[in-house]
């Protein structure tokens, strides 16, 4: 397709970035078939782009493309991939400009939240450059006299990459930069609806000097998505499949894994709690409160999805979270200061309207927002509910839109209960200053990340990842780069004369 047809390409200040073909062993190329899908703005729903719709060969052929290229990369040094990792992040930042206006027209975020996403993304490229070096073993004392014990970390193999729409580039570099540190080649599998965030970053590996073969992209729409997956989850020759997504996504990934036993990392569905103690800083409550739920317009795994908070300043915390909410701006995400995008799809707008309204019908009270907003029809008002209860469905179930539902507790036991009464268990926050409490209630709540005082924790140096159906695996961290490593033990006899 020409730049003209859609006009991205003409906005960028460097025109190659936007790419409309999947990349497989060192080249940019469309499907067999020819066939194609669109790709449209959720803001205006206006053609961003066009991406060629691949299937089970394509796939074949990155896999095949990648288990060969990884002969010579698993045998250069930690160093010399780190080096290469570097550029890439050099190359990430030299263009966030353009990266950012590729997301947001693909994504509908923000432009502000875009670059921040950008350089959230370029956090993981400049951590795992340096991991690249570390990927240590240990000495064992042996129970022989005569033996010596080591171990050594060696990459895993092909991975395949299956990345949402919601970071379409941070969780890229999130899972890519660490593979690439350890010695894996990819197949990255971007989200259908986010697919050119993905061809950007992978233009820019390229002109990194990732080799050829190392780093394989394959495009396919949202419907036709299941034999690109299917063969990824089961082709003897992928080795690890690392997945952002939805539990149901994830659980049907990890059974198709099963079947050649592979190592999995899953970053699935969160129903995060924030609980407001009635000894907190009410500001700093109100300042989390809104940076966490309405970060990319609620569409994110981490945010709070149910808001408990103490009988004694309940109103007043509802007042002016209410208060703060309506004056968000919702619009565009190309607008200047526009601070609500528009949510994906209109099956996200529907869900977020469904839960709104079995609350509603259930006695929950909307003191503000409730609706969909006048920048067009994927737009959906923040909005702050009262009197929620566990019998309505926001209560279980990801709402995964600007929706903040409260509920009042009056001690720590009871709201530790209804905390945890979820089968997720990514990531929870609470506000309190009591010393004592802040311990216990950390360590009471079952989640694979805690925020005290923080509506945001997110970053590069903290092992992120949940317990129970939020996932399996860390990424981020050191714990990040062992997810792409397997360890091997060698035993030495005869040591002694
Ligand atoms: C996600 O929601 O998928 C990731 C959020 C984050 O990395 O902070």
Not at 258 to 271: D, F, P, Q, R
Not at 307 to 315: A, L, P, Q, T
Not at 456 to 471: D, H, L, R
Request: hydrophobic residues 40%; aromatic residues 8%; glycine residues 8%.
């Amino acid at each position: 397709m020409d730049f003209d047809e859609t006009d991205l390409g003409m906005q960028l200040k460097d025109k190659n970035l936007f790419r409309q073909q999947c990349f497989i062993d060192g080249k940019w190329t469309d499907s067999l078939s020819g066939e194609t899908f669109d790709v449209y703005n959720p803001s205006d729903l206006s053609l961003v782009g066009r991406m060629p719709n691949c299937s089970k060969i394509e796939t074949i052929k990155a896999i095949d493309a990648a288990n060969k290229a990884w002969d010579e990369w698993k045998k250069i040094s930690g160093k010399d991939r780190s080096l290469i990792i570097r550029n890439w992040h050099q190359l990430i930042l030299d263009n966030v400009d353009d990266l950012a206006l590729i997301m947001t027209l693909e994504n509908g975020k923000p432009i502000s939240d875009s670059k921040g996403e950008i350089m959230y993304a370029s956090w993981f490229t400049d951590w795992f450059s340096e991991e690249a070096k570390r990927a240590y073993g240990k000495t064992i004392p042996s129970t022989l006299a005569d033996r010596r014990i080591i171990t050594i970390k060696q990459p895993i193999g092909v991975c395949g990459i299956i990345t949402p729409w919601n970071f379409p580039s941070a969780m890229i570099t999130r899972k890519v930069a660490p593979a690439l540190a350890a010695g894996c080649p990819v197949v990255i599998k971007p989200a259908g609806t986010t697919p050119f965030s993905a061809t950007a970053l992978v233009e820019l590996a390229n002109r990194a000097g990732v080799p050829k073969g190392i780093i394989n992209l394959i495009s396919v729409s949202e419907k036709d998505v299941g034999e690109v997956g299917d063969e990824l989850c089961t082709n003897k020759n992928v080795r690890k499949i690392s997945f952002t997504g939805s539990t149901n996504v994830g659980r049907a990934l990890i059974a198709k894994s099963a079947s050649t036993i592979k190592k999995v990392s899953m970053e699935l569905g969160g129903h995060a709690p924030l609980i407001v103690f009635e000894d907190a800083d009410l500001d700093e409550a109100v300042k989390g409160a809104m940076a966490n739920k309405y970060r990319n317009s609620g569409q994110v795994c981490v945010s709070a999805n149910r808001i408990f908070v103490h009988e004694k300043i309940h109103d007043k915390f509802a007042e002016k979270l209410a208060k703060k909410s309506s004056e968000l701006k919702v619009s565009d995400g190309r607008k200047d200061g526009a601070q609500i995008g528009p949510l994906i799809t209109m099956a996200a707008v529907e869900k977020v309207q469904n839960h709104v309204s079995d609350a509603k019908n259930k006695g929950a009270k909307i003191i503000t927002g409730g609706d969909i907003d006048n920048a067009g029809k994927q737009f959906y008002k923040p909005t702050v509910m009262t009197n929620v209860t566990n019998d309505m469905k926001i209560f279980y179930e990801e709402t995964f839109g600007p929706v903040a539902p409260l509920i009042k507790f009056s001690s720590d036991e009871e709201v530790i209960k209804m905390a945890n009464d979820t089968n997720y268990g990514l990531a929870g926050y609470f506000f309190s200053k009591d010393i004592g409490r802040i311990w216990r209630v950390a360590e009471a709540l079952e989640y694979g990340m805690i925020g005290v005082n923080a509506g945001v924790i997110s970053t590069e140096v903290a092992p992120f990842g949940g317990i129970k159906e939020s996932g399996i695996g860390r990424e981020g961290a050191a714990e990040g780069l062992d997810e792409y490593l397997e360890i091997k033990y060698i035993c030495f006899d005869g040591i002694s004369n």
